[in-house]
């Protein structure tokens, strides 16, 4: 089972500072990585898929690199909306997929 | 605009069997391009995958869960559905149903989530 490994487990800043968010991955996954944002009582959202493309809707201030092990999350200026609980996902090895127990990011 | 909603007892026994269904609504579960996923959170922790099944019927289960994981697909009423035998106090959690796209590689789309209690 490809493991991810997600850091930091919480990141504290406030609003209009940059995020960067890490996952690791056991295995190489080329390219095959999802990010999704959860806030409280809702269901994930796409944010970013195949490590850097931004779904439908979702604006440019995310950004999603990486490949092989390594794969960042970025948000390059934290609106009041963007703090919540971020997931990546993998399923590199089909049909297994697995995600990474999450970042969350608090206003400081 | 595609709806995923999941239905089904909010509370079960333990030992029991827990049974939920995704209704899909504003297109169809018979799509090549997708397969149709369960997902859980127990309260206040990460997520978890279940298991897929494609509109052919062909199912995939986590190993952690594959003795207890039965996922189906009715076509006939867009709708696939999940059970999960003797379930304990550990099985509690919000479980969601998810469309997982074949090219993209993502799941785009997500009901809202149904908490499932186990407790006597």
């Known amino acids: 089972e490809i493991v991810l490994t997600q850091s930091p487990a919480t990141l504290s800043l406030s609003p209009g500072e940059r995020a960067t968010l890490s996952c690791r991955a056991s295995?190489?996954?080329?390219?095959?990585l999802a990010w999704y944002q959860q806030k409280p009582g809702q269901a994930p959202r796409l944010l970013i898929y195949?490590?850097?493309n931004r779904a439908t809707g979702i604006p440019a201030r995310f950004s999603g690199s990486g490949s092989g092990t390594d794969f960042t999350l970025t948000i390059s200026s934290l609106e009041p909306e963007d703090f919540a609980v971020y997931y990546c996902q993998q399923r590199g090895s089909w049909p297994l997929l697995t995600f990474g127990a999450g970042t969350r990011v608090e206003i400081k | 605009q595609l709806q995923l909603q999941e239905s089904g007892p909010g509370l079960v026994k333990p030992s029991e069997t827990l049974s939920l269904t995704c209704t899909v609504s504003g297109g169809t579960i018979s799509s090549s391009s997708y397969y149709w996923d369960w997902i859980r959170q127990p309260p206040g922790k990460g997520l978890e995958w279940i298991g897929s099944?494609?509109?052919?019927?062909?199912?995939y289960y986590s190993p952690s869960l594959k003795s207890r994981v039965t996922i189906s697909v009715d076509t006939s009423k867009n709708h696939f559905s999940l059970k999960l035998s003797s379930v304990t106090a550990s099985d509690t959690a919000v479980f969601y149903c998810?469309?997982?796209?074949?090219?993209?590689?993502?799941?785009?789309?997500w009901g809202q989530g149904t908490l499932v209690t186990v407790s006597s």
């Open positions: 998810a469309r997982w796209v074949s090219s993209g590689r993502k799941y785009d789309y």
């Open positions: 295995q190489s996954l080329a390219n095959s």
């Open positions: 195949d490590a850097s």
């Open positions: 099944i494609y509109y052919s019927g062909s199912a």
